[in-house]
């Protein structure tokens, strides 16, 4: 099996199966985002403490691809520190939509990359990811993909 099969069945696998897909009943960072153009919605969930992610999951209904990169970021996050998840989340969007290198993106996340030779769904990926950003900068509105 290739790198690319690889990826597409993680894909497939998280789509289809998403890690951490609940409420999370303890979170002190929440954001909702939106991609006005499909209107499907995501929910994020933090558990912070001490500038750490101690606990990170999402909910909401989206296409395979916005569930699989929600599920891979939401198991990415765990552990990392608020500063680490930004930069993360920076990198990701910066590989997928500014096109950069992507040294900063590593494991599983790097699945998400050949979704950039789909460029209708590159929105799909970064919905979780714009939300994440919503939720550690506590914004309340609800963000959407096209801002
Ligand atoms: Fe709506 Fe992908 S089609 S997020």
Redesign the pocket.
Known sequence: MNMKDLYQELIIDHGTHPRNCCVLANANGTAEGF?P????K?QVYLKIENQKIENASFTGS?????IASASLMTEALIGKSVQEALALSHAFHAVLVNDNNNDHLNGKLTALIGVKAFPA?V??AT?SWHTLRAALEHNSKTVS?EN
Request: charge should be positive.
């Open positions: 991609n153009l499909c209107g499907d995501i989206g296409c395979a691809i916005s769904r929105k799909c919905l993909t």
